[in-house]
T-cell receptor, first 111, second 116 residues
Framework: QKEVEQNSGPLSVPEGAIASLNCTYS??????FFWYRQYSGKSPELIMS????GDKEDGRFTAQLNKASQYVSLLIRDSQPSDSATYLC???????????FGRGTSLIVHP | GAVVSQHPSWVICKSGTSVKIECRSL??????MFWYRQFPKQSLMLMAT?????????EQGVEKDKFLINHASLTLSTLTVTSAHPEDSSFYIC????????????FGPGTRLTVT
């Protein structure tokens, strides 16, 4: 199984700030990464995907991937209280694909 | 767009009874479906991987005779919790992959099971 590590947090940021969520992984085969957001009591939803080194921006979200360092991050600009959730990172397909998740990082955006 | 539905969204049953949860992929064919269980404030625990037309692959520690998974078609997988007990009360979530995870997986809304 592919191992990912995230700081479980909680990460607390004020409204309007940049929230930085980080993830390291141990599997060198993975070519893509995904970020999922899970609100309390709800199932996860896919919010970002990144397939190559560098940055990928989508609205207020930017995913960053550094394959050499086996590091992936998610930046949330202009954080809003509605961004308060647990964020999960997961590697993508590579060989036998079995998506497993860690505990994720809990983000709290306070007004 | 591609959506995964799950039914029922919540269910309460008595100890010893069985409960069936349905997971459907809408507008796409799911090559693989995954079943997870999540206890409060815990991480998603993968229970089993289900491929259409073949037996499910269960994770270590998950009783296959208790959690029956059937993947009858490319759009439907079911999880049956047999002889449910209060410790089976949890949030059960299915997910589906269209392309072996190349574009990530889509999650259903989950089923909250309470066994009394």
């Amino acid at each position: 199984q592919k191992e990912v590590e995230q700081n479980s947090g909680p990460l607390s940021v004020p409204e309007g700030a940049i929230a930085s969520l980080n993830c390291t992984y141990s599997d060198r085969v993975s070519q893509s990464f995904f970020w999922y957001r899970q609100y309390s009591g709800k199932s996860p939803e896919l919010i970002m995907s990144i397939y190559s080194n560098g940055d990928k921006e989508d609205g207020r979200f930017t995913a960053q991937l550094n394959k050499a360092s086996q590091y992936v991050s998610l930046l949330i600009r202009d954080s809003q209280p509605s961004d308060s959730a647990t964020y999960l990172c997961a590697p993508g397909a590579g060989g036998s694909y079995i998506p497993t998740f860690g505990r994720g990082t809990s983000l709290i955006v306070h007004p | 767009g591609a959506v995964v539905s799950q039914h029922p969204s919540w269910v309460i049953c008595k100890s010893g009874t069985s409960v069936k949860i349905e997971c459907r992929s809408l507008d796409f064919q799911a090559t693989t479906m995954f079943w997870y269980r999540q206890f409060p404030k815990q991480s998603l625990m993968l229970m089993a991987t289900s491929n259409e037309g073949s037996k499910a692959t269960y994770e270590q520690g998950v009783e296959k005779d208790k959690f029956l998974i059937n993947h009858a078609s490319l759009t439907l997988s079911t999880l049956t919790v047999t002889s449910a007990h209060p410790e089976d009360s949890s949030f059960y979530i299915c997910s589906a992959s269209r392309d072996r995870g190349t574009s990530g997986i889509l999650f259903g809304p989950g089923t909250r099971l309470t066994v009394t």
